[in-house]
Structures are given as C-alpha cells and as structure tokens.
C-alpha cells in the first residue's frame, strides 16, 4: 500500500513537492490557505540563476543553477506551453555605473559556474532586441535560456496535474500538523512555517515587496518577448512578458509586520518611473493590479530543508528565487522522504 504525504501549503514549493511524491508513488493531499498569502501569487515568475548572480552568494548560485535544470522536465511534465512566459532574459544597464554593476555580477558568475551563457550586448542590440526599449542604455547582457514562467497558470497547472494524479487538494488553513493525516507531512507553507513547528525557524523573515501588473491596449506597443532586468539608475526593475502586458516589479524592503500587504505609494511610483523610462510605451498600458508580497527569507539566502522529527519535514525560507528553487527543493524533500522510508523498512525487517 502506498505512503501517504501530507504537505501544508499551496504554492510553488509545496505543489511541486507534492507532484514530485505523487510521481513517486505516494499518496499526497495538499492543505492550501488560498492565495491571500501565498508568495508565488505576488511573483514575477522567474527562473533566475544567471541574473541572480551576486558576489558572496556563490551557495545560492549554485544551488539556483541546479533547480533551473530541472525547470525543462517539469515544463513537459506539466504540459501547458502557456506556462512559458519567456526564454531569455536581457540585462540592461541605465547608466555607466549600472553597468559596472553587471559587469561586476557576469564577472563573479563567471568564477563559479563553468559555462555562464551570459553575452555582452551593445545598447544597439538590446535594441534590435526589444525595440520598445529607451535609446539610451549604457549596454548589457543576454542571457540565453534565462527564462520565466506565468507564476499563476503555473500553480493552476500544478493543481491540474496534482487532480489528474489523484491527489487530495483541500482549501483549508491547518495550524498544527499533528492534527493532519499522513504518514509523513510536509509543512511548505512560506513564513507561516515558522509558527507550525516547534520552535519555530530561527533567521526565517519577511521582505515586502510590490509588483504591477499592466495590461497592453489597442494603441499600446507590444509587451517584450524577453525578461528584462535592469539597473536603471541605481534602482533594480524587472519587466516579464504575460500573454496580454507584463508583471512589473519589484521593491524589496524589510517587513517588520508579516500581515501587512498594503503595497505603499513611493515603491509603486519608483517602479512606474522607472518602467516608463525604460520602456517607454508602458505610458498606453493599463494599471491593472498593485500588490504586495512578503518573500520568506532565511539567515544565509538558502532554503531550509529539513526533518524536524520522524514525521514533519520543512521546506521554506526560499526568498525571492522561491520559483525558481523549487524544482531543487522537491528533490531534496524526496530524498528525505525515500530515507525516512528505508529507515523503516530496516526497522520492520
């Protein structure tokens, strides 16, 4: 008889780990608070590794290049190219300064993985590339097989395969795993982790941050076909194509209270600013939506991903690449799983 998995939480991690254990022959039920919460709801979907580059985090660089990887199997696995939102991303610098901050990440990526495809670009070719771009970058990058993902046909996606495998999904808030059944239960449930195991996720913390959505109208440009990351000025924004605008963001500030989303009026107004600079004819798109998230950070950047005792695994703290992690975060929760499960059957033989 299968093993039955219990995961607590409904977003990127705890869905994708939930599908994983399903295709590894366990019986799973996913507890899900709904979106209100839910960091992969308020996300740019992307599927950093290369544009994530930042000296000191060699760990984490290593660790996203890895969950990448896997990103292609579970496009296919899922099988809705609609998922897809981008294949690569543009690196565009506002200015001589912002592009030594580039220049200084490629370098730094460079030194830590073997074969970075990072290619230097003229502000004529990131152009010739996204020609809705200002004419005054001070150059950049491409990164090829940089993508993203529509972060909420992705969940939809995922619930969908989580159905068709016959998983359990149950639209409820749980507040204490012992209650739950299963012979082994998942919590995966972004900072709200902390307060569901005992004592808690020391270093776990909040960063609020606001994201846009746009939506193209009859007079407006096309939206881009790549991510564009810039350094525009000092400030950091990204641009990610959806199938009628684009998802705008993202400030990134400290969250002292973790139950405040009220997205605040000087980080909508630095990332409209500075959007409409960079892509100018943003100016005829629609302001559709303005959110506020609160990424769940852990103390060194990387996941937590661990056995809290014989039966409660966790897996939180994935800040701002929770997406893109997540690929590798499943895995390592199956190892855990298949040990748990091995440990057994030696203890019954």
Not at 143 to 169: F, K
Request: proline residues 6%.
């Amino acid at each position: 008889m299968a093993r039955e998995l219990t995961v607590i939480g409904g977003g990127a991690v705890g869905l994708i780990c939930a599908l994983s254990a399903a295709d590894g022959g366990w019986r799973v039920r996913v507890y899900d608070d709904g979106p209100g919460r839910r960091a992969a709801q308020v996300a740019g979907g992307m599927l950093g590794c290369l544009g994530e580059a930042h000296p000191g985090e060699e760990a984490l660089l290593a660790a996203s290049a890895a969950s990448v990887a896997r990103w292609p199997a579970l496009l296919q696995r899922l099988g809705d190219p609609a998922v897809t939102a981008a294949e690569n991303t543009l690196l565009v610098a506002g200015s001589a300064a912002d592009r030594a901050y580039f220049d200084e990440s490629v370098a730094f990526l460079r030194g830590v993985l073997p074969a970075p495809d990072a290619a230097e670009q003229t502000a004529g070719q990131l152009r010739a590339a996204e020609p809705g771009l200002a004419r005054t970058p001070a150059g950049g990058y491409l990164l090829t097989g940089e993508g993203a993902v529509d972060n909420r046909r992705l969940l939809a996606a995922l619930r969908a395969a989580l159905t068709a495998a016959g998983a359990e999904l149950i639209d409820e808030r749980v507040t204490d795993p012992a209650a739950v059944p299963g012979d082994q239960v998942l919590v995966a449930a972004g900072l709200d982790s902390a307060g569901l195991v005992p004592g808690g996720l020391p270093g776990l913390r909040g960063e609020k941050g606001e994201i846009l959505r746009l939506a193209r109208t009859a007079w407006s440009v096309p939206p881009p076909r790549h991510v564009i990351r810039a350094r525009w000025h000092s400030r950091n924004v990204y641009l990610v194509p959806r199938e009628d605008g684009l998802v705008l963001g993202a400030t990134q500030y400290e969250a002292l209270d973790h139950t405040d989303r009220a997205p605040q009026a000087g980080g909508v107004a630095d990332l409209l600013s500075d959007a409409c600079e960079l892509f100018p004819g943003l100016r005829t798109y629609e302001l559709t939506e303005v959110a506020a998230g609160i990424r769940p950070m852990s103390a060194d950047g990387l996941p937590i991903v661990t056995r809290i005792d014989r039966r409660v695994l966790v897996a939180a703290g994935h800040g701002r690449n929770g997406i893109a992690l997540a690929p590798g975060t499943a895995a390592q929760v199956m190892d855990l799983l298949c040990t748990a499960t091995e440990s057994e059957e030696r203890s019954s033989a």
